[in-house]
């Protein structure tokens, strides 16, 4: 499976400031994707990464507050924009990989939000 | 929106014991991952099922695609320490967008004290 790699891994960052997050593959992939997981919560997508076209949004996040960016076939960015504390979560990038449904994750970027 | 139910949310572990965990849904699936993530890493795909009634092995850990579609289990055998973490199923319920996973809400798996 591919090698994902995430930065910042870590951040703390102040009310409405923003903060891009970005995601690396070591091969060129179809679909990425981006998920938030609340703290001891699941998983929850956020939006699937189109390489030269806008992103597509799940119910509940919009463009706004997070922004997409995908270059290319092997990066992507998720800026999460005016955060507030609700918006403490790990964020996850994912590949797909295949003709079928396995996803693979990194390592996720943590951040925190005073 | 479509959900998963996974059970136990939580439980405690002796090395040796076999543990079950299972998931279950009110839809129609057509995929059934299984994820390990321990703290402070993102998730790893353990298991993925397509076929209803396939049953798929990775070491000590077996899963099953429910016949019915609408349930997954997973079995660790004899399970070591190293087992400890958050177990989360995953699918993609018919007529869902391909890269749509649906996740469990997890089982934490820790050593019994």
């Known amino acids: 499976s591919a090698v994902i790699s995430q930065k910042p891994s870590r951040d703390i960052c102040q009310r409405g400031t923003s903060l891009t997050i970005q995601c690396q593959v070591d091969?060129?992939?179809?679909?990425m994707f981006w998920y938030r997981q609340q703290p001891g919560q699941s998983l929850t997508l956020i939006a699937t990464?189109?390489?030269?076209?806008?992103?597509?949004?799940e119910s509940g996040f919009v463009i706004d507050k997070f922004p997409i960016s995908r270059p290319n076939l092997t990066f992507s960015t998720l800026t999460v924009s005016n955060m507030s504390p609700e918006d403490s979560s790990i964020y996850l990038c994912?590949?797909?990989?295949?003709?079928?449904?396995?996803?693979?994750f990194g390592p996720g970027t943590r951040l925190t939000v005073l | 929106g479509q959900q998963l139910n996974q059970s136990p949310q939580s439980m405690f572990i002796q090395e040796g014991e076999d543990v079950s965990m299972n998931c279950t849904s009110s839809?129609?699936?057509?995929?059934w991952l299984w994820y390990k993530q321990d703290p402070g890493e993102g998730p790893v795909l353990l298991i993925a099922?397509?076929?209803?009634?396939e049953l798929t092995s990775n070491g000590r850990l077996t899963a099953q695609f429910g016949i019915t579609r609408k349930d997954s289990f997973l079995n660790i055998s004899a399970s070591i320490p190293s087992d400890v973490g958050i177990y989360f199923c995953?699918?993609?319920?018919?007529?869902?967008?391909?890269?749509?996973?649906?996740f469990g809400k997890g089982t934490k798996l820790s050593v019994k004290p």
């Open positions: 994912s590949v797909g990989q295949g003709s079928y449904n396995e996803q693979f």
């Open positions: 091969s060129q992939v179809t679909m």
């Open positions: 990464a189109n390489q030269g076209s806008e992103a597509t949004y």
């Open positions: 839809s129609i699936f057509n995929t």
């Open positions: 099922l397509y076929k209803a009634g």
């Open positions: 995953a699918g993609r319920f018919y007529g869902g967008s391909q890269g749509n996973l649906i």
